[in-house]
């Protein structure tokens, strides 16, 4: 189905790129924030760099440097967030505003979450999907800061999204995690009331994120986030390779590595107009050159198409 909008319909779109620490940034991310960048500045709005470091587990400063290293390599600027590491750290670390997410929780919407004493093991022995099966949810075990997990009380709330392209899709919601029995708030309590702080309106992210959506518009629903509610979703197409997701432990596809490998700027935007599926992908050789194509042309990387094969071979540089 092609779309029926243009740019023209689109005014004004606050948005962010939110990469998370735990690993290099690979061709997917630089393809989700390149759609961003690009969806953001058609539309006369306002870009954000958020950088979710709530899990600190994961998160190491090299993966920050990373994040500003590839943005600035690929001229992909932003009008607010952080300017660097220390600035991050500083004033941007979502450390203590997660942790903020869970008091207001447990002030404001006790009835909505749960307690639960399961480990993944035992959820898992239970159930063959591993969806969690409610078990302490008539229990009423204590609300404590460290143990137990919290669990959105979801109430099997069924939730019908539509994304940029017109299609809906509908999703069961579960009982997902609000606060790890770590004490880590979960990511979708961080992400969704991340993006109401910063009044986003729109976001881009993968295919194998729409359960994320979905989760998130349920949460915003009970916690009263009616902004949220009317966020425009783009779910582009997986990035894969040989059939495989990619990931940020792979230093394949990772961009820092490919950098090494003598990748330039300009390969990068010729292989992303590779995955979009473009006319004479070699003419994109800038951020700025995705500007002068029509909705219609991004549409080749809607969900409703199939996987993203990344074909190495595209790029002659690292053969
Ligand atoms: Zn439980």
């Known amino acids: 189905m092609k779309p029926k909008k243009s740019f023209k319909d689109l005014k004004g779109l606050h948005s962010r790129i939110a990469p998370t620490p735990s690993g290099y940034l690979h061709l997917g991310n630089i393809l989700s924030f390149l759609l961003t960048w690009v969806f953001v ?3 006369g709005g306002t870009l954000t760099l958020r950088i979710d470091d709530f899990d600190q587990s994961r998160v190491r400063d090299s993966f920050i440097i990373d994040i500003f290293d590839s943005l600035d390599w690929l001229g992909l600027g932003f009008d607010r967030g952080p300017k660097d590491l220390a600035d991050h750290k500083k004033n941007y670390s979502q450390i203590a505003s997660s942790a903020s997410y869970l008091d207001f929780l447990k002030e404001h919407y006790p009835n909505f979450f749960y307690a639960c004493e399961c480990t993944r093991k035992q959820i898992d022995s239970r159930s063959e999907s591993g969806i ?23 109430g099997n709330a069924r939730i019908a ?35 109401v702080k910063l009044g986003i309106n729109f976001i881009v992210r993968g295919h194998d994120l729409l359960d994320s959506s979905a989760s998130q518009l349920a949460l915003a629903g009970a916690l009263n986030q009616g902004p949220f509610l009317n966020t425009l979703f783009f779910h582009h197409a997986m990035v894969v390779e040989s059939g495989q997701k990619l990931a940020k432990s792979k230093k394949s596809t990772c961009l820092n590595e490919l950098r090494k490998r003598g990748l330039t700027c300009c390969d990068v935007f010729a292989l992303m107009a590779n995955m979009l599926k473009l006319e004479n992908p070699g003419d994109f050789k ?27 071979t595209t790029i002659p540089s690292i053969l």
């Open 161 to 195: 999204l539509k994304d940029i392209w017109g299609s809906e899709y509908h999703y069961q919601c579960d009982d997902f995690v609000l606060k790890r029995s770590d004490g880590v708030a979960g990511y979708h309590l961080v992400s969704l009331m991340e993006d």
């Open 132 to 154: 969690y099966d409610r078990r302490c949810k008539e229990l009423s075990l204590p609300i404590t800061e460290g143990e137990h997990s919290w669990r959105f009380n979801s």
């Open 41 to 43: 500045k058609k539309s």
């Open 286 to 312: 800038s951020a700025s050159d995705f500007l002068a194509l029509e909705l219609q042309d991004y549409h080749g990387i809607s969900y409703d198409n199939d996987s993203i094969e990344l074909d190495q």
